[in-house]
């Protein structure tokens, strides 16, 4: 894959605005950090990061994340010279944001999911990458951009939260050689680590721990998943993002091949998350018109909880 069209597609531009996919994580947020520091460092330009839903707390430590803004507060009549989209599977998950990135001059995409279908005008894509952060990377290091601390965090940040801390199947030889080389920029790895897994808000922890205790088991065990209402967020003062791990809690489960979590987002629609240790759920998320990887998905559902949970369960079934 060349890179040298990301060097020339951002010294032509004059207005740059970078983009998260909807509830964003620590790879989208990670990668976007280090870009906007990047493009900061590597060309002297400023560029706009756009954010969809609320910054998880404990991703507050990354570079600039005070500059970023609300996807619903943006201008929408404004037309960007460069409109760049980090770890967006698909165009919809931008949400408020779509608009102003299909009306952007030139269109970039930088992703790691295999389901990508090449939606920018200039694409950085590669389906075997652990995250997108580490296809920034990539292309830093080849065309020899110079990345400084701050930008090495990020990274690392990006890396270290899409392979769960190393331990999923994305993790290979090469993710683990590019993360030393992070460190070495002045990544701090036991600085990040505490950030991202032992700095967890308290509704957060009570939250998680109901759900565990209210999990269901079908299919003799093989299938574990959670519903989770508006009301149960309400209990706990929690917020969305809090719901985040638990899908991989369920799978933790040594008789569980699928784990699912169903989040209300109101009385039509239902946000889900898939994991597996076995099957490819990018595939059920796909009846769904979702995507992702093929250990771990995600899709939206228009319909009511209860409904969107038969329908998943059904689905799952004919995966087993």
Same mark, same amino acid.
């Given at each position: !894959?060349?890179?040298?069209?990301?060097?020339?597609?951002?010294?032509?531009?004059?207005?740059?605005?970078?983009?998260?996919?909807?509830?964003?994580?620590?790879?989208?947020?990670?990668? !976007?950090?280090?870009?906007?520091?990047?493009?900061?460092?590597?060309?002297?330009?400023?560029?706009?990061?756009?954010?969809?839903?609320?910054?998880?707390?404990?991703?507050?430590?990354?570079?600039?994340?005070?500059?970023?803004?609300?996807?619903?507060?943006?201008?929408?009549?404004?037309?960007?010279?460069?409109?760049?989209?980090?770890?967006?599977?698909?165009?919809?998950?931008?949400?408020?944001?779509?608009?102003?990135?299909?009306?952007?001059?030139?269109?970039?995409?930088? *992703?790691?999911?295999?389901?990508?279908?090449?939606?920018?005008?200039?694409?950085?894509?590669?389906?075997?990458?652990?995250?997108?952060?580490?296809?920034?990377?990539?292309?830093?290091?080849?065309?020899?951009?110079?990345?400084?601390?701050?930008?090495?965090?990020?990274?690392?940040?990006?890396?270290?939260?899409?392979?769960?801390?190393?331990?999923?199947?994305?993790?290979?030889?090469?993710?683990?050689?590019?993360?030393?080389?992070?460190?070495?920029?002045?990544?701090?790895?036991?600085?990040?680590?505490?950030?991202?897994?032992?700095?967890?808000?308290?509704? !957060?922890?009570?939250?998680?721990?109901?759900?565990?205790?209210?999990?269901?088991?079908?299919?003799?065990?093989?299938?574990?998943?959670?519903?989770?209402?508006?009301?149960?967020?309400?209990?706990?003062?929690?917020?969305? *993002?809090?719901?985040?791990?638990?899908?991989?809690?369920?799978?933790?489960?040594?008789?569980?091949?699928?784990?699912?979590?169903?989040?209300?987002?109101?009385?039509?629609?239902?946000?889900?998350?898939?994991?597996?240790?076995?099957?490819?759920?990018?595939?059920?998320?796909?009846?769904?018109?979702?995507?992702?990887?093929?250990?771990?998905?995600? #899709?939206?559902?228009?319909?009511?909880?209860?409904?969107? #949970?038969?329908?998943?369960?059904?689905?799952?079934?004919?995966?087993?």
């Amino acid at each position: !894959m060349g890179y040298e069209s990301f060097k020339d597609t951002i010294q032509k531009a004059g207005s740059i605005i970078i983009f998260s996919h909807v509830n964003p994580d620590g790879d989208t947020l990670g990668t !976007m950090s280090a870009l906007h520091q990047a493009i900061k460092t590597n060309f002297n330009k400023d560029s706009i990061m756009v954010v969809s839903g609320i910054i998880p707390e404990i991703y507050h430590f990354l570079p600039s994340i005070n500059e970023m803004v609300s996807s619903k507060d943006l201008d929408k009549n404004v037309v960007y010279d460069l409109a760049i989209a980090v770890d967006i599977a698909a165009k919809d998950r931008m949400v408020d944001g779509l608009s102003v990135y299909e009306k952007a001059k030139v269109k970039m995409n930088i *992703d790691h999911h295999k389901t990508n279908n090449d939606y920018g005008d200039v694409n950085f894509v590669k389906g075997d990458a652990s995250s997108a952060g580490e296809v920034l990377f990539d292309v830093l290091e080849d065309l020899n951009l110079k990345i400084d601390s701050e930008t090495a965090k990020a990274l690392y940040t990006a890396i270290l939260t899409d392979t769960g801390g190393f331990r999923f199947e994305n993790t290979k030889a090469t993710t683990l050689k590019k993360a030393s080389k992070m460190i070495e920029y002045g990544a701090n790895p036991a600085e990040i680590s505490r950030y991202c897994y032992e700095s967890k808000p308290k509704p !957060m922890v009570l939250l998680q721990a109901n759900c565990l205790l209210n999990a269901k088991f079908i299919e003799d065990n093989k299938v574990a998943y959670v519903c989770i209402t508006n009301k149960d967020l309400e209990k706990f003062n929690a917020q969305n *993002d809090h719901t985040e791990g638990i899908v991989e809690a369920l799978r933790r489960i040594n008789t569980t091949e699928i784990s699912f979590v169903l989040k209300e987002v109101d009385e039509n629609t239902t946000k889900a998350s898939l994991r597996s240790k076995t099957v490819d759920v990018s595939e059920i998320a796909s009846a769904f018109n979702g995507g992702g990887h093929t250990f771990a998905a995600g #899709c939206t559902i228009h319909k009511p909880l209860n409904i969107a #949970c038969d329908k998943m369960i059904e689905e799952i079934k004919k995966h087993l």
